[in-house]
């Protein structure tokens, strides 16, 4: 309990290094509740990450916002931003509807772009950002869509248990206490790209994606329930997705913007199918099979804590006719607040047990601005793929898709 209390705080009054002399300097786009957590505090202990400046449509919100970080510059525009020759990256986390432009803008501009998730609104939106001419440059901008989870160690050690080929079944959950989203929320604003799927079900589509190791071939349903009020009524309060994959496996997610307020981890669990395993030391007319689940239990605030669950279920059988012999399960719990502790080809990564998964996504960004290897990255491949499976589950949900904006 002590070390979980040590490591939660020192996340959140994380320790502040001498910053370097060419740091890369970040320019925010508005001030969203989700900024300080994303950028503001994992900023605060990299050593190559200066806060430059902000705007926001509101100056006076601006400054507050600027007063309260230790940011020194305020602009009065978005384009003021783009427009600054000492700014080198900007996160956006603006209103889902507003991402395509912005980033375009940013892109268009020269500026790296940390782009919060969603990336945009859709697949065909995804397709126009991510297929920009100018990422294809020498020295062009490098543009993350803001996957933070899928850069903590836990998730990495998590894929070392599993066997993509051999998955048949995945299920997928996470909530929000009710208490958080009421119904003036952006997350249920139709023309702002709202809808439960968009702002925490991606969530659990990225991570299935993942699990598979590909994308799905079909939606097979979505379920939804919204405010049948006409106005909220096609923002999606919570819902329960079904994905059939190319194995044949069967990936499902389940969110709630209208959970308990007893906090329920996000949850992961993976089935594999049945396999055979060689053991010699068996007779010739009998065989060893195992089934492998694999739960990863808190996959979207790992820092807080998380765990890892493996249960292998073993049978001894007779060949002849299936008759089982001998049946055990062996069970054996994992965690990995660093990579260290995740082990193997990831022991020598950096990072300390209090880094966020926003500070280790902070990490690989910068890597990836100053030309260095980065070990985990979300080519724009993988963004296009994961606003088709948004799309497929609005479309078989009946909703329709977000609406695509006219910016070109």
């Not at 080198?88 to 500026?111: F, T």
């Not at 901008?141 to 995945?170: C, K, M, Q, Y």
């Not at 659990?204 to 994606?209: A, D, Y």
């Not at 990564?349 to 100053?370: A, H, T």
Request: with cysteine.
């Amino acid at each position: 309990m002590i070390s979980l209390l040590i490591r939660v705080y020192t996340s959140f009054v994380p320790p502040t290094p001498e910053k370097k002399s060419n740091a890369v300097r970040f320019g925010i786009l508005g001030t969203a509740t989700t900024a300080p957590l994303s950028l503001t505090l994992p900023a605060k202990s990299h050593p190559e990450v200066v806060l430059q400046a902000v705007a926001a449509r509101d100056r006076t919100r601006a400054e507050a916002f600027a007063k309260k970080h230790g940011i020194p510059n305020v602009r009065d525009t978005y384009q003021d931003i783009l427009d600054d020759p000492d700014i080198d990256a900007v996160y956006i986390p603006l209103p889902n509807s507003l991402h395509m432009e912005w980033a375009v803008r940013s892109i268009r501009a020269g500026k790296h772009v940390l782009l919060e998730k969603p990336s945009v609104s859709n697949a065909a939106e995804a397709d126009i950002l991510f297929n920009m001419p100018e990422l294809s440059l020498p020295n062009a901008p490098v543009l993350l869509e803001g996957f933070h989870n899928r850069f903590h160690p836990a998730i990495h050690l998590f894929r070392t248990f599993i066997r993509p080929s051999d998955v048949v079944h995945v299920h997928t959950e996470a909530m929000v206490p009710w208490l958080m989203v009421d119904k003036d929320n952006i997350g249920l604003n139709y023309s702002l790209g709202g809808g439960c799927m968009m702002m925490l079900g991606t969530y659990n589509f990225s991570l299935l994606r993942m699990i598979f190791n590909a994308a799905p071939e079909e939606c097979l349903a979505a379920d939804t329930h919204v405010h049948a009020d006409g106005i909220h009524d096609k923002c999606d309060y919570d819902f329960t997705a079904k994905f059939r994959f190319p194995n044949g496996g069967i990936g499902e997610g389940t969110n709630t913007f209208q959970g308990s307020l007893i906090w329920k981890p996000s949850t992961a669990r993976v089935t594999h199918k049945e396999t055979i395993v060689l053991d010699e030391s068996l007779p010739a007319t009998e065989e060893k099979t195992l089934t492998r689940e694999v739960t990863l239990h808190g996959f979207m605030n790992a820092v807080i804590w998380h765990r890892i669950d493996v249960k292998d279920s073993f049978v001894i059988r007779a060949k002849a006719d299936g008759r089982p012999i001998k049946r055990w399960v062996e069970s054996k719990s994992h965690k990995a607040y660093t990579y260290k502790e995740a082990g193997g080809e990831f022991a020598d990564l950096p990072g300390e047990d209090w880094w966020m998964s926003f500070r280790y996504q902070l990490e690989e960004f910068v890597n990836k601005i100053k030309g260095r290897k980065t070990q985990f990255w979300i080519p724009g491949e993988d963004s296009i793929d994961q606003m088709k499976m948004v799309d497929m589950a609005y479309e078989k949900s009946g909703l329709g898709l977000r609406p695509t904006s006219t910016f070109r």
